[in-house]
């Protein structure tokens, strides 16, 4: 129940597309979903997270899409660039209970 | 944005010595830490929760003995690898969790991790 399944594995998106990365959760307590993006040799760096009293966040060119009834949160990269090019992570805790849940990552690759 | 250092970035280390990992948050104080182990191309694997003044609570299968950690005070804690072995060999990364302010959300703001490698 406290699994985060986040999918695809992997993700080639050409420059200027759209990059989608899909996540789903079990456990109805969580209350914050973040996503963090990491570079190889690096530590992650939050994105952007959302609260379940949304159901879209905004920041630049990273949306988060949140569907509360499905258990279902997903990332949108707009205009893809090759800078983007790193693997991301979904993430969820619960409110008292701040140790956070990852999914399983996605490598995403921007090809020209 | 919020600043969390670690040090050292990268050590190797012979068997059956210890290794000590410094967590740091820069420009705020940070109550609770957290370590986390990766392996390559795996996702993060929450070691223990580190809390300024006590004692750390770690996650079901992970050694207590074996990585010890302590956190004197609300901008630093350390992860030492007690009498490491090759199976150590690993990244670890530390977060620290930035206190909501009224109305907000917790951050969790993750270091550049460590690489252990040892021989």
């Known amino acids: 129940q406290q699994q985060v399944k986040q999918s695809p594995q992997s993700l080639i998106v050409q420059k200027g597309g759209i990059s989608i990365i899909n996540c789903a959760y079990e456990?109805?307590?969580?209350?914050?979903f973040p996503w963090y993006q990491q570079f190889p040799g690096k530590g992650p760096a939050l994105l952007i997270a959302i609260r379940p009293d949304v159901s879209e966040k905004k920041e630049g060119r990273f949306t988060i899409s949140f569907n509360k009834s499905a258990k279902q949160f997903s990332l949108h990269i707009m205009d893809s660039q090759p800078g983007d090019s790193a693997t991301y992570f979904c993430a969820a805790s619960m409110l008292g209970n701040e140790k956070l849940t990852f999914g399983t990552g996605t490598r995403l690759t921007i090809i020209p | 944005g919020a600043v969390v250092s670690q040090h050292p970035s990268r050590v190797i280390c012979k068997s059956g010595t210890s290794v000590k990992i410094e967590c740091r948050s820069l420009?705020?104080?940070?109550?609770?830490m957290f370590w986390y182990r990766q392996f390559p191309k795996k996702s993060l694997m929450l070691m223990a929760t580190?809390?300024?003044?006590?004692?750390?609570?770690?996650e079901q299968g992970v050694e207590k003995d074996k990585f010890l950690i302590n956190h004197a005070s609300l901008t630093l804690s350390t992860l030492t690898v007690t009498s490491a072995h090759p199976e150590d060999s690993s990244f670890y990364i530390c977060?620290?969790?930035?206190?909501?302010?009224?109305?907000?959300?917790?951050?969790?703001?993750f270091g550049p991790g460590t690489r252990l490698t040892v021989l």
């Open positions: 420009d705020f104080q940070a109550t609770t």
């Open positions: 977060s620290a969790r930035r206190e909501r302010r009224r109305g907000g959300t917790d951050t969790q703001y």
């Open positions: 456990n109805t307590a969580f209350d914050y």
């Open positions: 580190s809390n300024e003044g006590s004692k750390a609570t770690y």
